[in-house]
């Protein structure tokens, strides 16, 4: 295993920060016939008493019979781990304020973007989609993620942020958003839907748009018909709802939805992706301890 292999997560449901290092199995797929496999092993590995954690890419969602274009990547659509070494992160603290050179630089054009735009519009007034996550690709120079990630976390600091480094990838992410929850049969999501700078005051409350109310509603109907999928029927129940969440640059709308899943207590990860529609680009994140 590669000596810089670890994982760092900081999700609210954990009570502090956590460093996960020595990892003693890694499972990852590179075709999509291979994904329902290291969604077993690492699932079974966390049965057994174990830490596992990795991610799986959104061009994954073709394992399970969504339509995606699948490009030649240069990462797996599914990595995993099984760490022996966990222990509370403690971060180096420095009074010395680093400046990072940030270059972005997107992989797209300006009139591909603004082509791409025109055909997302095109589809929603056809009534094909109601929402579309366009995403892109950029470069951002030579920046050290580990440290632009050590940099910006007790500044910014969300309930699930995370920093993966692999062979192939580093990840760093800064998610307010609790995409997925088991916990036994009880199954939570909680969408975010609605966002707006910070330098509006935190006396704006987004709950009172109706631009954001009407496409955050939206967004919790779809959770709970996912959910609804695999859970026992009258079991999904929405415990808030138009929730604001304050953050240091950034204010959110956020809801929970919970439900209970049917038939064996422990529902894998297979099945739980397979009724689970992709809205959200990028990786999803996954950690089972």
């Keep these: ?9 900081d999700f609210a449901e954990l009570g502090c920060p956590l460093w996960l290092r020595g990892a003693s199995q890694v499972w990852q ?11 077993a092993r690492a699932e079974q590995a966390a049965l057994r008493g174990s830490w596992v954690g990795g991610y799986v890419a959104f061009e994954a969602a073709g394992a399970f019979g969504l339509p995606v274009g699948l490009s030649p990547v240069a990462y797996p ?33 300006q009139f591909k973007h603004a ?26 120079g030579s920046l050290d993620l580990g440290d632009f990630f050590l940099h910006l976390h007790p500044r910014h600091r969300h309930p699930y942020s995370a920093w993966l480094q692999t062979e192939e990838v580093s990840i760093a992410s800064f998610s307010p ?11 939570t999501s909680a969408p975010i ?4 700078s910070r330098t ?21 109907d779809m959770v709970r018909n996912d959910l609804g999928r695999v859970c026992q029927v009258g079991s999904i129940k929405v415990p808030f709802l138009f929730e604001q969440r304050l953050f240091p640059t950034v204010q959110h709308l956020e ?30 994140r996954a950690v089972w301890g």
């Design 115 to 140: 082509q791409s735009l025109e055909i997302i519009h095109e589809y929603i007034r056809s009534g094909d989609t109601y929402q579309v996550n366009f995403t892109l690709l950029a470069e951002l």
């Design 193 to 196: 839907k609605g966002s707006c």
């Design 1 to 9: 295993m590669p000596a810089n292999l670890g994982l760092l997560v």
């Design 200 to 220: 509006h005051g935190s006396r704006f409350n987004l709950a009172d748009s109706s631009k954001d109310r009407a496409e955050h509603v939206m967004i919790v």
């Design 177 to 187: 958003e609790l995409f997925l929850m088991r916990q036994g049969q009880r199954l």
């Design 255 to 284: 809801s929970r939805v919970e439900g209970v899943s049917r038939g064996h207590p422990n529902i894998g990860p297979w099945r739980l992706f397979n009724s689970w529609s992709p809205a959200h680009g990028g990786f999803i």
């Design 77 to 109: 659509l599914v990595w995993f781990a099984c760490f022996d070494d966990v222990s509370a992160a403690v971060f180096p603290h420095s009074k010395e304020e680093k400046n990072f050179k940030l270059s972005f630089t997107p992989q797209i054009s």
């Design 29 to 39: 797929a590179w075709r999509l016939d291979q994904v329902p496999e290291v969604l």
